[in-house]
């Protein structure tokens, strides 16, 4: 039996069951100071006077760092501008203010109490500028951005208008998508000590090397002289992916006061100098034929970014091709505003896109007088439109129909308000789920010890997705070792590089390269073995042997074996070493690669006060080779849960007069929690996909979250006929 594959538990469950697993906040050094952010509370401005003389006299209070008195910075601080990793921050350079909670000081104490305390103590002047707060107003400003995802921000294939003209049935509508924040349950957070010239960061961080090259540039010192480690995240979600402003400012504060300093942000900080999902607004026109097939699909969106950086909601991107249509066009705006810049927010771009793509699917279905599943089945898209590519895997169709037997579509009304559990309106709905499967340049290592254990090693990170668990795997059967010899070190620069942990691409990047690295130790092991005089397998070939329970044996009959541990001790018990990588290749060029799924949601909504309860979601998905079965499930629900968040509660409110998110908080931005959750049947459709990468695996992180808000719309819909358009769909849409 192979470990890939299996339901392990988590090698990291019990650190985190019994409280043992030490996350940034718990880390604690010799002569720590605290540091607490004063953050801004206009939107739009410059800072006239900071008087601070108040909190200096505060108890336990070491230094109050602000653009008066803080270190200036090669470049103001913006040199290392280099998206992701690097992005516009704000670093005390100067009295600026862009967006409300920016960075406007640090406040350094004894202790975090001491420093919270005189951090409200500090008095600011403000000269206010007007303010870019209402998204419906700066939209008449929007421009396209240089690039979406590296490539054009606009695509045409076909004649969109004559596709419409010659179309039997049309539909065309607006969505619209809120301002959303991550909130994960451990806040972003940073130690940072300086030994000398050399810059040591303990960081809640998806992507240790990309801190580093971004504190390097931003101090303009070697990067080899700063070294960055990050055990565990709880919680990140595309949030902790970049270097932001507090990063940098715990290591001026630690360089100022010749301390180390930790930095902790507080849960109102989050709303705006760590990035969020932007508001779109997406108008979507169709046309079919009279047997139900696409004539045209057109898809413009127009997301919102900071007015000191662009960043782009590619929400038209999934449009390019999901479906088969003869003309498909697709747009990319911005409108900038007095906000903190977006970021990554799970599943960015196809979470917003695809609830306006598959609500407009359902309305063409419904103005066709078909089945939404069906309608889909008559519009699959069997390559790659805009790449003119065929899919290396694609198992959608086969998602749909297990999905749809095991929710029950058969049902299904299609009269909306027909089907009734008392008073209760029950509707179903369905949509299609899809993320690139991608991977980015990476490299591993093996250390391979004379006991017979093996230490593999990338410098990933640990976001609670099971990473330490789901690499042993993958190592360990790439080295014919039982899983328990095997242990994975992530998260520190000083192991060989990985990319950013996002994009659902962690195993097909890490994974690929640790299975390199793990032939290479495979190849120089038995290399030993037939060279090893006291070896019984000296003098065979090396094609002729296997390694299998950490034994070298013979592939054919019971044959002569040899142990890995006793091999290596007799070559005086030095570790073998091997290094390996991956890296894309031709089969991106050759193949459109994602993973796909269809998602089904039962609703129930209350005949008089609109309540919407979801007793049931059912998700089928084909995401190439399963490394970690209970894992896998497992981010399978996270995905499905964040989706019913998106479509039904989440949202952040800014008000348009001040540009300040008046829910900055837990008690009133409103995630899912438990009893929100049902029944939710969720499970991996077999799939091989030779062509994605060498273990087959694509990423299945964020796919599920990507076909909820759509399912539940379009469930919505078929439970009151009342079509919401504009997330989140709260109960006041239903009255």
């Not at 001026?252 to 109102?268: D, F, I, S």
């Not at 190592?475 to 659902?504: C, N, Q, W």
Request: proline share 5%; hydrophobic share 40%; glycine share 10%.
């Amino acid at each position: 039996m192979t470990a890939i594959g299996q339901p392990l538990d988590r090698v990291d469950g019990p650190l985190k069951v019994c409280g043992q697993a030490r996350y940034t906040g718990d880390i604690a050094v010799p002569r720590l100071a605290h540091g607490v952010l004063v953050t801004s509370s206009i939107a739009c401005g410059r800072i006239v006077a900071i008087d601070t003389a108040a909190a200096q006299r505060a108890p336990g209070v070491i230094a109050i760092i602000s653009h008066v008195n803080a270190m200036k910075l090669p470049q103001g601080g913006r040199a290392a501008v280099d998206p992701p990793e690097g992005r516009v921050l704000s670093l005390l350079q100067d009295d600026q203010v862009a967006h409300a909670h920016q960075p406007i000081a640090v406040v350094v104490a004894e202790t975090v109490e001491q420093a919270d305390g005189a951090a409200a103590l500090v008095r600011v002047t403000y000269e206010r500028a007007p303010v870019r707060g209402e998204f419906a107003a700066e939209r008449r400003n929007a421009y396209p951005p240089d690039k979406v995802n590296g490539g054009p921000p606009d695509t045409a294939r076909g004649d969109i208008d004559g596709g419409l003209r010659a179309a039997s049935r049309r539909h065309e509508a607006v969505y619209t998508t809120p301002f959303e924040h991550h909130n994960p349950m451990e806040p972003h957070a940073t130690l940072a000590r300086w030994e000398g010239d050399r810059l040591e960061i303990e960081d809640s961080s998806q992507y240790v090397a990309g801190v580093r090259r971004t504190l390097a540039r931003t101090f303009g010192i070697d990067p080899a002289r700063v070294r960055v480690r990050s055990t565990f995240v709880g919680g990140a979600f595309g949030g902790k992916g970049s270097a932001w402003s507090h990063v940098a400012l715990a290591a001026m504060a630690a360089r100022q006061v010749g301390r180390p300093v930790r930095l902790v942000l507080q849960r109102p900080q989050l709303f705006g100098p760590v990035g969020g999902r932007p508001a779109t607004w997406q108008a979507i026109r169709m046309g079919t034929d009279a047997d139900g097939r696409l004539t045209a699909l057109e898809h413009r969106s127009i997301s919102s970014t900071s007015t000191i950086e662009d960043w782009v909601e590619s929400c038209a991107v999934v449009t390019r091709m999901l479906y088969a249509s003869p003309a498909v066009a697709t747009t990319h705006r911005l409108a900038k505003m007095n906000v903190g810049t977006p970021t990554f927010q799970r599943a960015p771009g196809e979470s917003s896109g695809m609830f306006a793509l598959e609500s407009a699917m359902d309305e063409m279905a419904i103005a066709a007088g078909l089945d939404p599943i069906e309608f889909r089945l008559r519009n699959d898209a069997k390559r790659d439109g805009q790449k003119d590519a065929p899919f290396s895997s694609k198992a959608l169709m086969q998602c749909y129909r297990i999905g749809a037997e095991r929710i029950g579509w058969s049902r299904r009304q299609a009269t909306p308000g027909a089907l009734r559990d008392g008073y209760w309106r029950v509707g179903l709905g369905c949509a299609s789920a899809t993320r690139p499967a991608k991977r980015s340049p990476c490299a591993a290592r093996v250390r391979l010890s004379a006991d017979g254990r093996a230490v593999v090693s990338s410098s990933t990170a640990e976001l609670g997705t099971g990473s330490y668990t789901v690499m042993a795997q993958i190592a360990a059967d790439g080295l014919g070792l039982p899983v328990e010899r095997v242990r994975f070190e992530l998260g520190d620069t000083d192991l060989p590089e990985a990319p950013i942990s996002a994009g659902s691409m962690t195993v097909e990047s890490v994974g690929s390269a640790i299975d390199d690295a793990c032939v290479n130790a495979r190849r120089q092991l038995l290399a030993l073995a037939v060279a090893d005089r006291e070896s019984p397998l000296h003098g065979l070939a090396i094609e002729d042997l296997t390694i299998e329970d950490g034994w070298l044996r013979e592939r054919a009959g019971a044959g002569r074996r040899d142990s890995v541990a006793v091999l290596l001790s007799r070559r005086g018990g030095a570790p073998l070493v091997a290094d390996g990588s991956s890296r894309p290749g031709e089969e991106e060029k050759q193949f459109s690669m994602n993973s796909f799924g269809a998602v089904f949601a039962e609703v129930h909504v209350d005949s008089d006060l609109g309540l919407v309860r979801v007793p049931r979601i059912v998700g089928r998905f084909g995401a190439g080779r399963i490394i970690n079965a209970k894992t896998a499930h497992s981010q399978l629900l996270g995905g499905i849960v964040w989706g019913l968040g998106m479509a039904l509660t989440e949202e952040s409110v800014l008000d348009p007069r001040y540009a300040r998110f008046v829910n900055a908080n837990l008690a009133e931005y409103h995630v899912i929690v438990n009893a929100d959750v049902a029944e939710i049947d969720c499970a991996f459709v077999d799939e091989v996909d030779p062509h994605v990468n060498s273990l087959g695996a694509k990423g299945l992180g964020e796919v599920a979250m990507t076909g909820v808000t759509g399912a539940v719309a379009n469930a919505i819909f078929n439970a009151t006929g009342r079509r919401v358009r504009d997330l989140p769909i709260t109960l006041d849409k239903l009255l």
